[in-house]
């Protein structure tokens, strides 16, 4: 006889469905924190350039949160071109990091209207930190369990790429939200100009060491 327990979180592709449904939901919910000015207090051209000028850090925090909710997006299923098998506890995990993928929009909001407020931006990049170390925790479990389509050798390859790149990731998020101390507008352009470069590998080594995977699949070791 088998436990409930063994039976539960078997299919992976349950997982990866949910995970596409939730990030995209809240990638739609960040947008409506943008209000558009009202038109009564507009009575011309000039009115209607401040109004837009004084949603500029809105939408900045609004672009800041869709590349974070990408650059998320994108690591989760990298992982997931690796992991072909799952249990119930791969599959929790998995649903623990949706729960903070969905606090994204709030805590977007909660920087939207305290944006003068150091503990608005130290929520938001609390935020950040979960979701990254959870991303951390599900591959090393994963990994642990032998729930990877990759032999021994190029697990470890493979692993090291994400973990560290997951780990770099943080410390410079870590670092863009200390500068708050500084200016919170100054934390803020630093997390973007962080984001930019995860999301369009702008700065990168030139030289790029590769390794033949399953389905002549190909992964960046640096």
């Known amino acids: 006889m088998k436990h409930y327990n063994q039976l539960a979180g078997q299919k992976i592709q349950r997982i990866e469905a949910i995970c596409d449904g939730v990030f995209a939901v809240a990638l739609t919910l960040l947008v409506l924190d943008v209000k558009v000015p009202i038109a009564a207090g507009i ?26 909710l990408g650059i998320f997006w994108t690591g989760h ?9 799952s249990d119930r506890n791969l599959n929790w995990i998995s649903l623990m990091y949706l729960f903070f993928v969905s606090t994204i929009p709030f805590t977007t909001a909660f920087l ?3 944006i003068q407020f150091k503990l608005a931006i130290a929520l938001y990049w609390l935020n950040i930190f979960l979701l990254g170390l959870i991303l951390y925790i599900n591959w ?4 642990k369990h032998h729930f990877l389509n990759l032999d021994p050798v190029e697990a470890v390859v493979v ?15 870590a670092a863009g939200a200390i500068l708050c101390a500084i200016n919170n507008y100054l934390s803020i352009v630093v ?32």
Do not use: W
């Open 77 to 85: 299923s990298v992982q997931f071109q690796y992991i072909e098998k």
């Open 140 to 143: 090393s479990y994963a990994a």
């Open 112 to 114: 939207n209207e305290h």
């Open 159 to 173: 692993g090291r790429a994400i973990k560290r790149r997951i780990v770099i990731a943080q410390s410079l998020y």
């Open 191 to 222: 997390i973007i100009c962080i984001q930019l470069n995860y999301a369009f590998a702008l700065f990168g080594h030139h030289k790029k060491k590769k390794i033949s995977l399953p389905h002549s699949e190909q992964v960046n070791t640096n």
């Open 43 to 68: 009575q011309s051209e000039q009115d209607l350039a401040i109004a837009f000028v004084g949603l500029m850090p809105k939408l900045s925090t609004y672009f800041l949160s869709f590349m974070t």
